[in-house]
């Protein structure tokens, strides 16, 4: 059936360069995405990729995709303290539904 | 001003009562959905519609009924509220790009 899997925590220092990674397992997924989470707050979308394309820079976000290896990333280049939230890998099968990942939550160390 | 909106925001209800959670957007998008959000659990889905009067069963559709007859419209009705219901509620619209409304937090008492 159709999954999403996400580590749980990441840690890094201010200014240093994150790397979020998602795995999923519907090969028919046609966008992937991710949203960010702050406490007490909803998802905001961050940024999405087709499923035919390897690459999306947005500013400070990267987007990785490996089709082959169903292998998403997110990278946060210079990460900021206000970068600090959950971050959620989702995919979206053609039947339109997305499915979530249980969420990375990115500590940013001063 | 275009989007999506919730309401109520917050409400605290008893267990066994009715309660209907409202989503309103303004995009005509054809998707909606409704998630349920715990901790341990991320974003569960637990109905949603690919059109006016077309709705679907998510992961999570026990004790939930919707109905969608305006596509802008998606309200989600808990028939007999349990506590295993408290949650945050998000309702969600997509075209290419899924957008969240804000969130209501349910307490079930």
């Known amino acids: 059936g159709e999954d999403v899997e996400q580590s749980l925590f990441l840690s890094v220092r201010e200014g240093d360069s994150s790397v979020i990674n998602c795995t999923y397992t519907?090969?028919?997924?046609?966008?992937l995405y991710w949203y960010k989470q702050e406490p007490g707050a909803g998802l905001q979308l961050l940024t999405y990729i087709f499923s035919n394309m390897d690459m999306k820079q947005d500013q400070r976000l990267t987007v990785l995709l490996n089709k082959k290896d169903k292998h998403l990333s997110l990278r946060i280049a210079d990460t900021q303290t206000g970068d600090s939230a959950i971050y959620f890998c989702?995919?979206?099968?053609?039947?339109?539904?997305?499915?979530f990942g249980q969420g990375t939550t990115l500590q940013v160390k001063p | 001003d275009a989007g999506i909106t919730q309401s109520p925001r917050y409400k605290i209800t008893e267990t066994g009562r009715q309660v209907t959670l409202m989503c309103h957007q303004t995009?005509?998008?054809?998707?909606m959905f409704w998630y349920r959000q715990d901790l341990g659990h991320g974003l569960r889905l637990i109905y949603y519609s690919a059109a006016a009067d077309i709705t679907d069963k998510g992961e999570v559709p026990d004790g939930y009924v919707v109905s969608r007859s305006k596509t802008e419209n998606f309200p989600l009705t808990l028939e007999s509220a349990t506590r295993s219901q408290t949650s945050v509620y998000f309702c969600a619209t997509s075209g290419n790009e899924q957008f969240f409304g804000p969130g209501t937090r349910l307490t079930v008492l």
């Open positions: 989702a995919e979206r099968s053609n039947t339109g539904k997305l499915i």
């Open positions: 519907d090969s028919s997924s046609t966008y």
């Open positions: 995009w005509s998008h054809s998707y």
